[in-house]
């Protein structure tokens, strides 16, 4: 039996035996050089992060070409910390789903340090702001998906917890983009020192995002007199803080039991997952797809790690905003998104499962193949054609990855307006008519039918979390399943909004369209499948 702790790491023949293999470098002696030498502090200790981010400094630990790891750190509570980082002495178990049903079991030593920023543990923060006033800090990153980024609600009026924190300044914040503007200011009033701020989440020019949100808060603090105008010149200054643009690409799923059995079958132990306070599922082990893709701007004020020796990719911001573009916008999110939702109403547990229908699998193939590739300009760094063939025909039908339409469900409220409207905007910019368009307002009506919450057989199951269902629900609660003429004009508060959907469905010709596929999918049980099948003839 074997652990998957610092203590454990010292039976190199039992992990042997199990498969395993292990840092090449001394994981004690990382960890204490990081206190003193941070490079890299990375927000949201998540599946992502531990699965694919820390793996690539743990290759360059390896190699010798780092001796800093990554301290990480929470805003939303230590739950994740105390429960699966501390006890494991944040290590982690990285198992690779491979298509032939095999896998590959490594342990990820390069994460040192896990921290609570919230400010619930003022150690943690005294901490985390001291590392921040270090000249050897690099970046500063981030896995938070796109609702961390948001300062505003729908009504377009700053969140509660914002309005809090213009109020309160920099010394009691609780937002992560307000920490961040907090962590800076420590930064800028101990030298000043360059540093770039990377956000690795899938969402639109995500750099953009983070910046955008900081200055905002940046700027009402020094309205109130809590930070300088040489703060705000600091943040405005590329050659001092950066906020490069960044594509990322892998499928971490939620831990999957049948892992967490092989695991306990080569005898490691302590494996079990956890259901976190915000509801999430985390487990010791990260199991992910092998195929990675990381693209990023090089735009790094105070240098960086040399990722690019480990398979990252450095362009200008174009060549990451055509990357980003071609897989958010129309080769894997759309069709993850389409997958999902419908998957959801059809009663699917598996995304694998989903490619064994031959109906979703017209579907996403339409809408990637027919639909996205229109308006997909070329990135060079990746080929768009060679990438949608690579999801469609080896990592969406891949059994071995436990991953769930539920899960990818989660937030899609925040995803729409880049997953769907970004696609629909290039029409119009490339003067192409989206009145010909089936299977991208399919995915559009497929969400609104799945907001029903009532599955294609009648019975209600439970949406995924997303923090704009109390609101949808409210909009479409006129609509009922089994009326179709219940739709009429109760969709149009919804599908008219362009900041859901990025668009005014009306005024790009589709929101009667989609009207008409919604009635039809709620006609009663099994309209679904049908409308599928009519209008992917």
């Not at 230590?78 to 491979?98: F, G, N, Q, S, W």
């Not at 985390?128 to 300062?151: D, V, W």
């Not at 070329?378 to 071995?400: G, Q, T």
Request: net charge negative; proline share 6%.
């Amino acid at each position: 039996m074997v652990a998957v702790t610092l203590e454990g790491l010292k039976d190199k023949e039992g992990f042997k035996k199990a498969g395993v293999t292990l840092p090449a470098f001394d994981v004690v002696k990382v960890q204490e050089y990081s206190k003193d030498n941070p490079v890299w502090i990375h927000a949201g200790p998540g599946n992502i992060f531990r699965g694919f981010v820390a793996s690539l400094q743990q290759s360059l630990l390896n190699e010798g070409w780092q001796q800093s790891g990554i301290q990480t750190v929470s805003f939303h509570g230590a739950d994740l910390i105390d429960r699966i980082y501390k006890p494991h002495d944040c290590l982690t178990m990285e198992v690779t789903l491979l298509p032939d049903k095999n896998v590959e079991l490594k342990v990820i030593g390069s994460v040192v340090a896990g921290y609570e920023v919230s400010g619930k543990r003022p150690d943690d923060c005294k901490t985390i702001r001291e590392m921040f006033c270090k000249k050897s800090l690099q970046l500063f990153s981030y896995t938070i998906t796109e609702k961390g980024y948001a300062i505003k609600g729908i009504d377009g009026k700053y969140l509660p917890i914002v309005e809090d924190d213009f109020a309160n300044g920099p010394a009691k914040c609780h937002h992560a983009m307000s920490i961040t503007a907090a962590l800076l200011w420590e930064r800028y009033q101990n030298g000043a020192y360059p540093i770039a701020v990377v956000s690795m989440d899938n969402c639109s020019h995500n750099g953009d995002k983070v910046k955008d949100a900081v200055l905002t808060i940046a700027k009402v603090w020094h309205e109130k007199g809590f930070v300088s105008e040489g703060f705000i010149d600091y943040l405005t200054d590329s050659s001092k803080v950066s906020f490069p643009w960044t594509m990322i690409d892998k499928i971490t799923p939620r831990p999957d039991p049948e892992i967490v059995a092989l695991l306990k079958d080569r005898g490691i132990v302590d494996m079990d997952p956890i259901k976190t306070e915000r509801g999430t599922f985390i487990a010791p082990f990260v199991n992910a797809e092998k195929p990675q893709y990381l693209i990023v701007e090089d735009a790094f004020p105070n240098g960086r790690p040399p990722l690019e020796k480990v398979g990252v990719l450095f362009t200008d911001k174009q060549g990451v905003d055509l990357c980003e573009r071609m897989k958010v916008t129309t080769c894997l999110n759309p069709l993850h998104t389409a997958l999902a939702v419908y998957g959801c109403v059809l009663g699917y547990e598996r995304i694998s499962a989903e490619m064994d229908d031959p109906d979703l699998v017209k579907l996403i193939k339409t809408l990637g193949y027919d639909e996205g590739l229109k308006v997909v300009d070329d990135p060079k760094i990746l080929s768009p054609k060679a990438f949608l063939d690579e999801v469609i025909n080896e990592r969406l039908p891949n059994k071995c990855l436990p991953d769930s339409p539920q899960r990818i469900a989660t937030d899609t409220s925040q995803k729409v307006p880049v997953r769907f409207g970004e696609t629909l905007k290039n029409y119009a910019k490339k003067g192409l008519d989206t009145g010909n368009l089936v299977a991208l307002p399919l995915a559009i009506a497929g969400w609104v039918r799945y907001l029903l919450a009532i599955d294609d057989n009648g019975k209600e199951f439970e949406l995924s979390d997303d923090p704009l269902i109390p609101e949808l629900k409210k909009i479409i609660s006129p609509i009922r399943f089994g009326d179709p003429a219940s739709v009429g004009e109760n969709l149009k508060p919804l599908l008219s909004n362009a900041s859901i959907f990025g668009v005014d469905l009306y005024a790009i010709g589709l929101g009667s369209k989609i009207e008409t596929m919604v009635a039809d999918m709620i006609c009663g049980p099994g309209a679904v499948r049908k409308t599928l099948q009519m209008y992917l003839k």
